[in-house]
């Protein structure tokens, strides 16, 4: 590894631990040229992954449009962005634990909408009527009806 400061390969690891998240190993170096400690992050590389859009068109899968997504349906909702993160991850993992190259968006929808119902109604309802693309008042009502069943 080399040093962000003096650009040498002589680094070495003084301490390993866990990340915050528990899915990334934090490393603190020191540089044996010039003396200074930085840190760096090790993660499991993941497999590509392809999103299949309703329109039929593909992308590489984005974490942040998951975020995003989830932060606008949550938002000004009395959520800790701990809950928040934690529900993120979620999504995350069980996408992943597919072990598929290739997944729908429908599938990432759903999966993100069965989350949020457990999280918190308000955002659940606002989620769906984006992602369900509501026309009108009465598919508003019957997605409500099924929440309050």
Known sequence: MKCPFCNQDNTRVVDSRPADDNSSIRRRRLCDECKKRF???????TIPLIVIKKDRNRE??????IEAGVLRACHKRPIPIE??????DEVETEIFNREEKEIESEIIGEIIMDKLKDLEAVAYVRFASVYREFKDVNTFM???KKILK
Do not use: G
């Open 39 to 45: 840190t760096t992050y090790e993660k499991v590389e």
């Open 60 to 65: 590489q899968y984005e974490r942040a449009k």
């Open 83 to 88: 809950k928040i993160n934690r529900l993120i």
């Open 142 to 144: 019957d997605e409500l």
